[in-house]
T-cell receptor
C-alpha cells in the first residue's frame, strides 16, 4: 500500500523568506502523480502544484516549486518570497494509475508566515 | 459561481440521529468524491462515483451511504451517528477517469463540519 509521510507537523517562516516543506512516499509503482494541496483557515482545499513521476523536470508554479527525487521517493515543496496569505496547512498527496482518483494524503504541515 | 458546493457548512446533531450532506458541482464533471478529515486534519477518501456508479468504498461503515440522483450531485447519508463521526467532510469532483486519461484535477467543495454530541 502507498503511504505519504510529512515529517514536519509545524513550520514557520518570516515574510519574504523561503521555506521548504518535506514529503516522502512509499510505492512500488513507476508511474504516478504527486501533489501539494493548500488548506487555509477557510478550509478550502486548493491544488498548489502537481508532478508527473515520468517527468524529470521539477514542476514550478510562480513562487511554488518542487524538488522531486524519484529514487529517494522525496517530493519537497519550496515556497519563495513567502507571503502572509501562504499561512495554511499543506498536504502532500499521491495518486497511482488505475486507482480511480484515489488521492492518498500525508498528515499535513502547518505553515505560519510571520510579518 | 461556486464550482463545488456543499450544504450545510456546519451540522450539529445528537448521537443516533440520521443526517445528510448535499454536494453539487456545476463543472460538468462525471466523477465525484467524498473525503473525511478528522480532528487531526488527516484527510482520507471515503467514496467516489463515476456516472452514478460507486467505484471506491474505502472500508467505510455501512452507516455511510452515498447517493447520486444525477451526475451533478453526490449526497452523503449517515445513519445512527456516532461521536467518532465528528469531522469535516469534503466533496470533490473531476473529469471522467474512465475516459483513458490518467489524471484529472479534483476540485474540492468548502467542506461540512459535522459535530456529533
Amino acid at each position: 500500500a502507498q503511504t505519504v509521510t510529512q515529517s514536519q507537523p509545524e513550520m514557520s517562516v518570516q515574510e519574504a523568506e523561503t521555506v521548504t516543506l518535506s514529503c516522502t512516499y512509499d510505492t512500488s509503482e513507476n508511474n504516478y502523480y504527486l501533489f501539494w494541496y493548500k488548506q487555509p483557515p477557510s478550509r478550502q482545499m486548493i491544488l498548489v502544484i502537481r508532478q508527473e513521476a515520468y517527468k524529470q523536470q521539477n514542476a514550478t508554479e510562480n513562487r511554488f516549486s518542487v524538488n522531486f527525487q524519484k529514487a529517494a521517493k522525496s517530493f519537497s515543496l519550496k515556497i519563495s518570497d513567502s507571503q502572509l496569505g501562504d499561512t495554511a496547512m499543506y498536504f502532500c498527496a499521491f495518486m497511482k494509475p488505475g486507482s480511480q482518483g484515489n488521492l492518498i494524503f500525508g498528515k499535513g504541515t502547518k505553515l505560519s508566515v510571520k510579518p | 459561481d461556486t464550482a463545488v458546493s456543499q450544504t450545510p457548512k456546519y451540522l450539529v446533531t445528537q448521537m443516533g440521529n440520521d443526517k445528510s450532506i448535499k454536494c453539487e458541482q456545476n463543472l460538468g464533471h462525471d466523477t465525484m468524491y467524498w473525503y473525511k478529515q478528522d480532528s487531526k486534519k488527516f484527510l482520507k477518501i471515503m467514496f467516489s462515483y463515476n456516472n452514478k456508479e460507486l467505484i471506491i468504498n474505502e472500508t467505510v461503515p455501512n452507516r455511510f451511504s452515498p447517493k447520486s440522483p444525477d451526475k451533478a450531485h453526490l449526497n452523503l447519508h449517515i445513519n445512527s451517528l456516532e461521536l467518532g463521526d465528528s469531522a469535516v467532510y469534503f466533496c470533490a469532483s473531476s473529469q471522467d477517469l474512465t475516459s483513458g486519461s490518467f489524471y484529472n484535477e479534483q476540485f474540492f467543495g468548502p467542506g461540512t463540519r459535522l459535530t456529533v454530541l
